[in-house]
């Protein structure tokens, strides 16, 4: 049995020691944001936050989890959205969408330590792949949000 605590609530799984965390919160828990890339802890999709810290779930043994505090997209704001996602919005950040649950997430975690990243600090943070190439908008939601800026007025 393997206890693991998901946004804020304890679950007793009866799983191997050696599972990847990504397959626990999806086909146990069900937690579908949290989504399959690579499954090398290359591309980022699978990112949540352990302890805080943003982490690729895809290779990370829920035996390394095991009683610390793991978040995934579905409980980083509750309730309604949080700033993050709301940025991603006003500055349309997504394209098809599939990496933004796993970039949100390292975007939380980078605010969360530096409120006020560099353009440096988001580029080391967001080592997350986007196959649509929306950088320059992530870096315009994530500066965004640190300076607590509205979203620009669209014509």
């Given at each position: 049995?393997?206890?693991?605590?998901?946004n804020?609530?304890?679950?007793?799984?009866?799983?191997?020691?050696?599972m990847?965390?990504?397959?626990?919160?999806?086909?146990?828990?069900?937690f579908?944001?949290?989504?399959?890339?690579?499954?090398?802890?290359?591309c980022g999709?699978?990112?949540v936050?352990?302890?805080g810290?943003?982490v690729?779930?895809?290779?990370?043994?829920?035996?390394a989890?095991a009683?610390?505090?793991?978040?995934?997209?579905?409980?980083l704001?509750?309730?309604?959205?949080?700033?993050?996602?709301?940025?991603?919005?006003?500055?349309?950040?997504p394209?098809?969408?599939?990496?933004?649950?796993?970039?949100i997430?390292?975007?939380a975690?980078l605010?969360?330590?530096?409120?006020?990243?560099?353009d440096a600090?988001?580029?080391?943070?967001?080592?997350?792949?986007?196959?649509?190439g929306?950088y320059?908008?992530?870096?315009?939601?994530?500066?965004?949000?640190?300076?607590n800026?509205?979203?620009?007025?669209?014509?």
């Open positions: 049995m393997v206890q693991l605590n998901v804020g609530k304890s679950y007793k799984l009866d799983i191997e020691d050696d990847p965390l990504l397959w626990a919160l999806r086909d146990e828990l069900k579908a944001g949290t989504k399959f890339g690579c499954g090398v802890a290359q999709a699978c990112t936050h352990v302890d810290e943003a690729r779930s895809c290779v990370m043994p829920v035996s989890v009683g610390k505090k793991i978040v995934t997209i579905e409980g704001s509750k309730p309604g959205i949080h700033k993050v996602q709301k940025a991603w919005i006003e500055h349309d950040v394209q098809c969408g599939y990496c933004q649950t796993g970039m997430m390292a975007a975690a605010l969360a330590k530096k409120p006020k990243p560099t600090d988001i580029d080391d943070a967001m080592s997350n792949l986007c196959r649509c929306t320059a908008r992530v870096r315009e939601a994530i500066h965004a949000v640190a300076e800026k509205p979203a620009p007025v669209k014509a």
